[in-house]
């Protein structure tokens, strides 16, 4: 019988600082990482550079079919770049107009489900830290460890803005967090995959709580 790989998934809203916790989490326990907003990200992206009318779903989906997403990391401790039809994308993918055209082509079904195998494939041992939406309730069900974070639509503002700050990308907080709750409506209200915890996930409310402590928290439900 072939050993079973742990998976751990974190699912949660934009902003919720998945993507944050998720890579120190892999980093500490020596997991691989699947940062599955990117690849949504990817899509949409690769589906404007075409021209494409992202609510053209036979369109986009053949782009998703056939587009060449990698994730390279550059191997000094740097930032993961996500390499499409190969143009590094990763500064691109950041913005909140691709943030935003993710959430938009991902709500057509037959793009979620042809991305499905791409994600499968990042199941690799020792194990598997997957970020996302419906990381727990869809792609791996039957993982071990599922986290869902959650923090006030606010305190994800503050946090985004900060961010986007700190690349030099200037932003209001009032747009972001209209942009932020326009994007959770849309990711819980879709038909398919909507954002909303495992049944089986542990909520963890991180508003005031510092990286670190998530991080620790995170880690100790692994080995509870
Ligand atoms: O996590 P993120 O902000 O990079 O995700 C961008 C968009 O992609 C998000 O608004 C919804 C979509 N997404 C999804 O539908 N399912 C996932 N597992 C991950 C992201």
């Given at each position: ?11 949660g ?15 500490r326990l ?34 998703a ?79 071990r ?7 006030s639509?606010a ?48 909520t963890?409310?991180?508003t005031g ?12 439900l692994?080995?509870?």
């Amino acid at each position: 019988m072939q050993p079973v790989i742990p998976i751990l998934t974190i699912d949660g809203p934009s902003g919720s600082g998945k993507g944050t916790i998720a890579r120190a989490v892999a980093d500490r326990l020596g997991w691989h990482l699947l940062d599955s907003g990117a690849l949504y990200r990817a899509v949409g992206y690769a589906a404007g550079m075409a021209g494409l009318d992202l609510s053209d779903a036979e369109a986009v989906t053949r782009c998703a079919q056939s587009v060449k997403i990698r994730f390279r990391d550059p191997g000094d401790g740097g930032e993961t770049r996500v390499i499409v039809n190969g143009h590094d994308a990763t500064d691109e993918l950041r913005t909140e107009t691709a943030g935003a055209a993710a959430s938009a082509i991902a709500a057509i079904p037959s793009v979620r489900q042809a991305l499905v195998d791409l994600q499968l494939s990042f199941r690799k041992p020792p194990g598997l830290v997957a970020d996302g939406r419906d990381m727990g309730t869809v792609i791996f069900p039957e993982a071990r460890y599922k986290v869902f974070l959650t923090a006030s639509a606010a305190e994800r503002a503050k946090r985004r803005h900060k961010q986007l700050k700190d690349k030099g990308l200037d932003v209001t907080l009032a747009s972001l967090l209209h942009e932020i709750e326009a994007r959770d409506a849309r990711d819980a209200s879709r038909a398919v995959a909507p954002l909303k915890p495992a049944a089986d996930a542990v909520t963890v409310e991180t508003t005031g709580m510092p990286i670190e402590e998530v991080v620790a928290k995170v880690l100790s439900l692994l080995r509870a």
